[in-house]
T-cell receptor, first 114, second 118 residues
Framework: DAKTTQPPSMDCAEGRAANLPCNHS???????VYWYRQIHSQGPQYIIH?????ETNEMASLIITEDRKSSTLILPHATLRDTAVYYC???WGEGGGSQGNLIFGKGTKLSVKP | ETGVTQTPRHLVMGMTNKKSLKCEQH?????MYWYKQSAKKPLELMFV???????ENNSVPSRFSPECPNSSHLFLHLHTLQPEDSALYLC?????????????????FGEGSRLTVL
C-alpha cells in the first residue's frame, strides 16, 4: 500500500472548519483513501473514504486532488468532541480494508479549542 | 456504541498468569481482527479471521493465541506474557467483500481491552 504523510498535530477553533491534509503521492489507480479517527482511549472510528471523486457524509467531506496525490478531510463545524487523532490510510480496492490490511501511521492529532 | 463489545475493558496480570480477552460483534459481519496499540506506536494488526478461518498471523509470538469459534465471537488467549506486551488490544469486525450487496470495507472497532503485565 502507498504510504501517507500527515502533519503530526493541528489546532482548530470550536465552530470553525477543520481541514486535515494528507499526502499520498505514490497512490496507484485502484487504491482508495480512507479516513479514520481515534478519540482518546477508544477504538478507531471510520469517517469516510473515496477513490477520485469528492465525497461527503454526515461526519465530514473528503476532497481528493485531480492527480490523487493528496487529499483533505474537512470537518465543517468542529466541536470539542472532534478532538482526536485522525488517520489517513490508502488501501487497495474498496473492500481492501476488510482484509485487515489497514496500515495506521501516526496520524494527525487534532485539538479543537473553545 | 459500535456493535463490537470487548471484555474486560481493563486487565492486570502477572507474567505467569493465563487470561483471555473476549470480543463479540452484533453486526452480522464475517471477518474479525485483533490489533495491538502500544504507547506512542501506531496500531499493529495481529490476527485476521475470515469466515472463522485464520487468514493472517502477523508474526505474533505464540504467547498470544487467538480463537474464533463462530463469526460473532473472537478470543485472544494470553499466557506467559512479558511487561512489554502491556498495550491496548483492539478487536474489529467487517463484512468481507464479494458477498451480495455493497460494502464499504470499513472496520468497526471495539473500545479495546487495556492490558497491563506486571
Amino acid at each position: 500500500d502507498a504510504k501517507t504523510t500527515q502533519p503530526p498535530s493541528m489546532d482548530c477553533a470550536e465552530g470553525r472548519a477543520a481541514n486535515l491534509p494528507c499526502n499520498h503521492s505514490t497512490i496507484s489507480g485502484n487504491e482508495y483513501v480512507y479516513w479514520y479517527r481515534q478519540i482518546h482511549s477508544q477504538g478507531p472510528q471510520y469517517i469516510i473514504h473515496g477513490l477520485k471523486n469528492n465525497e461527503t457524509n454526515e461526519m465530514a467531506s473528503l476532497i481528493i486532488t485531480e492527480d490523487r496525490k493528496s487529499s483533505t478531510l474537512i470537518l465543517p463545524h468542529a466541536t470539542l468532541r472532534d478532538t482526536a487523532v485522525y488517520y489517513c490510510i490508502v488501501v487497495w480496492g474498496e473492500g481492501g480494508g476488510s482484509q485487515g490490511n489497514l496500515i495506521f501511521g501516526k496520524g494527525t492529532k487534532l485539538s479543537v479549542k473553545p | 456504541e459500535t456493535g463490537v463489545t470487548q471484555t474486560p475493558r481493563h486487565l492486570v496480570m502477572g507474567m505467569t498468569n493465563k487470561k483471555s480477552l473476549k470480543c463479540e460483534q452484533h453486526l452480522g459481519h464475517n471477518a474479525m481482527y485483533w490489533y495491538k496499540q502500544s504507547a506512542k506506536k501506531p496500531l499493529e494488526l495481529m490476527f485476521v479471521y475470515n469466515f472463522k478461518e485464520q487468514t493472517e498471523n502477523n508474526s505474533v509470538p505464540s504467547r498470544f493465541s487467538p480463537e474464533c469459534p463462530n463469526s460473532s465471537h473472537l478470543f485472544l488467549h494470553l499466557h506467559t506474557l512479558q511487561p512489554e506486551d502491556s498495550a491496548l488490544y483492539l478487536c474489529a469486525s467487517s463484512q468481507v467483500p464479494g458477498l451480495a450487496g455493497v460494502n464499504t470495507g470499513e472496520l468497526f472497532f471495539g473500545e479495546g481491552s487495556r492490558l497491563t503485565v506486571l
